[in-house]
């Protein structure tokens, strides 16, 4: 499988625990994106990087929260003293930077604090 | 701000009824537009995409959508829908340029009887 993969796929923490997440973009893509997606909604964007540049960080990402992805190709998600609020599902995705891009999304990781 | 408007947040329909989902968008420039799939425990899936071109564009799986710039309207529509369709839909919009990150929709549930 080729795809975009996460891990994990599911992780239940307690509350004021630190969690960190992992996604594998598409080989030959250069644009990976988090988006985080709780029920009833659609995905919103949290990041996105181009290489290991992380160009646009929006507003919903709180000081509790960081990304990486320090050579370009896989990147992770790092939540600090998580709230019962960051229940959620964390969607990455990834493109390829020539021309108007398509992201392929990986399959979650959700995330569930007790 | 861009926002992405879905009508219908669930549809029930039976085998071989047609189908047509509306998605509406915010945004005063030149935009990419996206009709992505989410089917019982799968991750998501692009179905179609519009950059250019040809306003009616035709996807995976017999579904089509039609841009009409005039009403900022990307409907999805599939002649006759199967069992298999079962999913959420999600419409979502990028600006074209540099800003990447896509804006969703909050989803249409689409249920069809057998």
């Known amino acids: 499988d080729t795809g975009v993969s996460q891990d994990p796929r599911h992780k239940i923490t307690k509350r004021g625990q630190n969690v960190t997440f992992r996604c594998d973009p598409i080989s030959e893509h250069n644009r990976l994106y988090w988006y985080r997606q709780t029920l009833g909604q659609g995905p919103e964007f949290l990041t996105y990087f181009q290489n290991e540049a992380q160009l646009e960080k929006s507003r919903l990402l709180s000081d509790r929260f960081s990304a990486e992805r320090p050579k370009g190709s896989f990147s992770t998600l790092e939540i600090q003293r998580t709230e019962q609020g960051d229940s959620a599902m964390y969607l990455c995705?990834?493109?390829?930077?020539?021309?108007?891009?398509?992201?392929?999304f990986g399959p979650g990781t959700r995330l569930t604090v007790l | 701000a861009q926002s992405v408007s879905q009508h219908n947040h669930h549809v029930i329909l039976s085998e071989a009824a047609s189908l047509e989902l509306g998605c509406n968008y915010s945004?005063?420039?030149?935009?990419?537009l996206f009709w992505y799939v989410q089917y019982p425990g799968q991750h998501l899936q692009l179905l179609l995409k519009y950059f250019s071109g040809d306003p009616l564009v035709k996807g995976i799986k017999g579904f089509e959508a039609e841009f009409i710039k005039s009403k900022f309207s990307f409907n999805l529509r599939k002649p006759s829908v199967q069992w298999s369709d079962t999913a959420e839909y999600f419409c979502?919009?990028?600006?074209?340029?540099?800003?990447?990150?896509?804006?969703w929709g909050l989803g249409t549930s689409l249920a069809v009887n057998p």
């Open positions: 995705a990834s493109s390829f930077r020539e021309g108007p891009d398509t992201q392929y």
């Open positions: 945004y005063g420039g030149t935009v990419n």
């Open positions: 979502a919009v990028n600006a074209a340029g540099n800003n990447r990150k896509l804006i």
